[in-house]
C-alpha cells in the first residue's frame, strides 16, 4: 500500500535493495554496508567491488603462469614478452564485447 514505510530494510530510508529477480539472485542475501559510504551503493555496483579484485588475481596468476611456462618451453625472453603481448592484445579485443 501506498504512503506506509516498510519494515526492517537493508539501505538509507528504510528500504531493502533492489535486486535481479533471477534464481541465482533470491538465494543471495542483500548485502549490508560496512560503511557509511558503501550504504549509498547499489546492488551491482557492490558485486563489482568483490568481483573486480578478484578477477585482477585470476588475470594475474593466468599471465604468470603462462609466461614462465613460455620461459621453460624456449629460453627466450623475446617470446615470452611477444606470447604477453598477443594475449593482451586478445583481451584487449574481445574487452568491448563483454561490456
Known amino acids: 500500500r501506498r504512503g506506509r514505510r516498510r519494515e526492517g ?14 534464481s541465482l539472485f533470491a538465494l543471495m542475501p542483500t548485502p549490508r554496508a560496512c560503511c557509511s559510504s558503501c550504504a549509498s551503493l547499489n ?27 613460455a620461459f621453460l618451453i624456449t629460453r627466450s625472453n623475446f617470446l615470452v614478452g611477444l606470447s604477453s603481448t598477443v594475449s593482451g592484445l586478445a583481451l584487449l579485443l574481445v574487452a568491448p564485447c563483454a561490456g
Open 43 to 69: 546492488w551491482n555496483a557492490r558485486l563489482a567491488l568483490i568481483v573486480s579484485p578478484i578477477n585482477m588475481v585470476g588475470v594475474g596468476l593466468t599471465e604468470s603462469t603462462m609466461a614462465a611456462f
Open 9 to 22: 530494510g537493508g539501505g538509507e530510508g528504510g528500504h531493502k535493495a533492489r535486486r535481479p529477480s533471477g
